[in-house]
């Protein structure tokens, strides 16, 4: 079974940091991209950040400069550094993948059950 586990959400006060991480389970072959993306109430899921396999990061303008996307191939891990937090970043964030066991013939796009991430004011 394929899986990618989210931790590190939580709830902060505005201007505190929170970390992010996404983990692919063991049967995993390869990775290709990875990202985040966040849903807020009422609202459509959105991007993050995103990072290819030659490690190519992608931003959404509202965090740049703020997040920190990186990623530890042997870890099968991602990470999400996320500073100086705002009431507007509070959402469930949910991990995307492409990923492809060793017996798949091209990747397949997962996701992450989602973590919640509340920043009050």
């Known amino acids: 079974q394929v899986q990618l586990v989210e931790s590190g959400g939580g709830l902060v006060q505005a201007g505190g940091s929170l970390r992010l991480s996404c983990a692919a389970s063991?049967?995993?072959?390869?990775?290709?991209?990875m990202g985040w993306y966040r849903q807020a109430p009422g609202k459509q899921r959105e991007l993050v950040a995103t990072?290819?396999?030659?490690?190519?990061?992608n931003y959404a303008d509202s965090v740049k400069g703020r997040f920190t996307l990186s990623r530890d191939s042997a870890k099968k891990t991602a990470y999400l550094q996320m500073n100086s937090l705002k009431p507007e970043d509070t959402a469930v964030y949910y991990c995307?993948?492409?990923?492809?066991?060793?017996?798949?013939?091209?990747?397949?796009?997962?996701w992450g059950q989602g973590t919640q991430v509340t920043v009050s004011s």
């Open positions: 995307n993948a492409d990923l492809k066991r060793w017996f798949d013939s091209g990747y397949v796009n997962y």
């Open positions: 063991e049967n995993i072959f390869r990775i290709n991209a």
């Open positions: 990072i290819t396999s030659g490690g190519s990061i």
